[in-house]
């Protein structure tokens, strides 16, 4: 069975960075693609980030362009998410989702087969 775990949520004030972690106890971890998701109080989960099984090929949503990066190190078994310049609006459980793929990297909450349970980002005014 999958499990993937998130890590480095935590309080942090506005224009602030921070970076959150994610592994994923798979056999064989670059043969997975993997993706960073959001959900704030009140809203649906959105697509943050997104990482083919290589990071050389990869998509961040409009929302965080310029200010969140994803990049992943296949030799830790790790895909991280930096993140600078953070607002209020940055508020939310951030999920780490993985699943096996070719050369691409998805999107969609959908495409992804295994999730984790999440780490609780606060952006402080």
């Known amino acids: 069975q999958v499990h993937v775990e998130e890590s480095g949520g935590r309080l942090v004030q506005a224009g602030e960075s921070l970076r959150l972690s994610c592994t994923a106890s798979?056999?064989?971890?670059?043969?997975?693609?993997l993706g960073w998701f959001r959900q704030a109080p009140g809203k649906e989960r959105e697509f943050v980030a997104a990482?083919?099984?290589?990071?050389?090929?990869?998509g961040v949503a409009d929302s965080v362009r310029g200010r969140f990066t994803i990049s992943r190190d296949n030799a830790k078994e790790t895909v991280y998410l930096q993140m600078i310049s953070l607002r209020p609006e940055d508020t939310a459980v951030y999920y780490c989702?993985?699943?096996?793929?070719?050369?691409?990297?998805?999107?969609?909450?959908?495409?992804?087969?295994?999730w984790g349970q999440g780490t609780q980002v606060t952006v402080s005014s």
């Open positions: 989702a993985a699943r096996e793929s070719d050369n691409r990297y998805y999107t969609e909450n959908h495409d992804y087969e295994y």
């Open positions: 798979v056999r064989i971890f670059s043969n997975y693609a």
């Open positions: 990482v083919n099984w290589s990071g050389r090929s990869f």
